[in-house]
């Protein structure tokens, strides 16, 4: 018995290892890939996904299809992600609130972020704006905490769901400038935009790529970027420190991701091909006029980020007392 088990121990070995070299030899991909992006259409991360994949799909000589499957935060299009094939045919295309932010706010994930997928490449940081209905009086971040201390509670900010990254960064907002503001879920970050923009609400915190449109049309008005320093394509937008809330920083990221299982060098293939996208001069125009910055990271990178991020913003969440309501 015992000389069975390690003859079939040597012949499973042996087997992975030949689907190893099969992967590695063969005229990968030969057909369409899929990327579900388990956020709605517009979202900045839905913006970076569609302006890397297309040049990944001319790259490679095959389509990737960008699948929109948005609703509960990301929990939802990610379990499809989680779940499917890892046949290399599929992929995910995830923002740090999915991976990092969410588990926060679910005692029972319907996945593990850092088990049930593989990490391929964190493809760009997000830049964020602050911003109002364009006809509104607020002019300055500083003005928004000033009519918030005013009127406790009547000041309503837009989110792209509970536990969405403009949902913790308006609270955080909220608690660096020790007001009180009122949350307004909606079923994803273009609609809390679209809502701002009617005055549904009177403020939200989006990522760039999802404001631009609107502010461009003359129907948001930014207050300022939650960055560092000014950003380059922007330089006359004051930082959100600078219009009245020092100290005060918040962007996201977007990172592609596969279902666990997914051979190495089918993860490998496609980390070598999002570097090679981010590094056309015609993606790079594209993300700098969306606020985007690429990256381009090993999954090695990418998988380090994962564990110390969900590790920091379990603990931020926890001591802000946000919760997914």
């Given amino acids: 018995m015992q000389r069975r088990l390690v003859i079939q121990s040597g012949l499973a070995t042996a087997a992975g290892l030949l689907l190893r070299d099969t992967w590695a ?5 030969n057909k369409a890939i899929k990327m579900i992006i388990p956020l709605a259409a517009g979202s900045a991360v839905d ?32 379990e499809r992600v989680a779940k499917s094939a890892p046949d290399g045919y599929t992929l995910g295309g995830f923002n740090d609130s999915i991976m990092t932010m969410l588990p926060s706010f679910h005692s029972k994930m319907p996945w593990d972020i850092l088990k049930d997928f593989e990490p391929v490449s964190l493809v760009a940081a997000i830049e964020w704006a602050l911003v109002v209905p364009a006809d509104s009086p607020i002019k300055t971040a500083a003005d928004l905490i000033e009519a918030a201390r005013k009127a406790p509670g009547t000041i309503n900010y837009g989110s792209g769901g509970n536990g969405s990254p403009q949902h913790i960064a308006m609270a955080l907002f909220a608690m660096q400038a020790g007001i009180q503001l009122t949350h307004v879920p909606y079923k994803g970050a273009t609609q809390a935009a679209v809502g701002t923009a009617a005055n549904e609400v009177q403020t939200c915190l989006q990522g760039i790529a999802t404001v631009s449109p609107l502010v461009r049309a003359g129907k948001l008005r930014i207050l300022g970027i939650p960055a560092a320093r000014r950003l380059g394509q922007f330089p006359d937008i004051p930082t959100v420190s600078e219009s009245g809330l020092p100290g005060y920083e918040m962007n996201s990221w977007f990172a592609v991701m596969a279902p666990a299982g997914t051979p190495k060098a089918v993860i490998d293939k496609y980390q070598n091909e999002v570097v090679k996208a981010l590094a056309d001069a015609g993606v790079k125009e594209q993300f700098a006029a969306q606020g985007l910055t690429p990256l381009g990271t090993s999954p090695a990178e990418l998988a380090v980020l ?6 920091r913003y379990t603990k931020l969440i926890r001591e802000a007392g946000i919760t997914a309501s």
């Fill in 47 to 78: 913006s970076a996904a569609r302006i890397v994949s297309q040049k990944m799909a001319l790259n490679m000589g095959v389509g990737i299809a960008i699948d929109n499957q948005a609703g509960a935060s990301g929990l939802i299009g990610a």
């Fill in 25 to 29: 030899q063969s005229a990968y991909p």
């Fill in 306 to 311: 994962l564990k110390n991020q969900l590790s």
